[in-house]
């Protein structure tokens, strides 16, 4: 596992470096992503996470591309951003139809709900299984 830089000019650059190593380690990842939020700014991070989050996908590693999305939630908190992570995450499960049925009732569709709390009944949906 590599250690993710320290220096804020060299974060990004090692973010793009990882986002295509198989062997780069989701936890550490998410930490950079959110000093990069952080440190700098937010929409510079979120596109980085968006480069992640394509090899998550690639990877086929559901809590992990959850949590990310729940990062990427605290940096939009906009409700539009739900409709997001549903669209990733029906792509992603879009021959599962547990995990499809479990989208459903997580709360996308609930205006009211801030774009994280979709995200968090849905790992409290999946633990129950």
Known sequence: MTNAPTDIEQIEEWILSQAGDQAADA???????????????????????ELWQEELLNREQADE????????????RRPEFKATCLNVLTTFFNTDVFHRTLL??????????????????????????
């Open 27 to 49: 936890a550490e990842m998410r930490r950079t992503l959110q000093r990069l939020a952080d440190e700098l700014e937010p929409a510079r991070a979120d596109a980085c996470a």
């Open 104 to 129: 459903q009732h997580a709360g996308f569709d609930q205006r009211e709900l801030a774009p994280d709390e979709p995200l968090q009944r849905l790992q409290r949906l999946r633990a129950m299984r």
């Open 65 to 76: 591309l959850i949590d990310l999305l729940k990062l990427r939630a605290g940096w939009h």
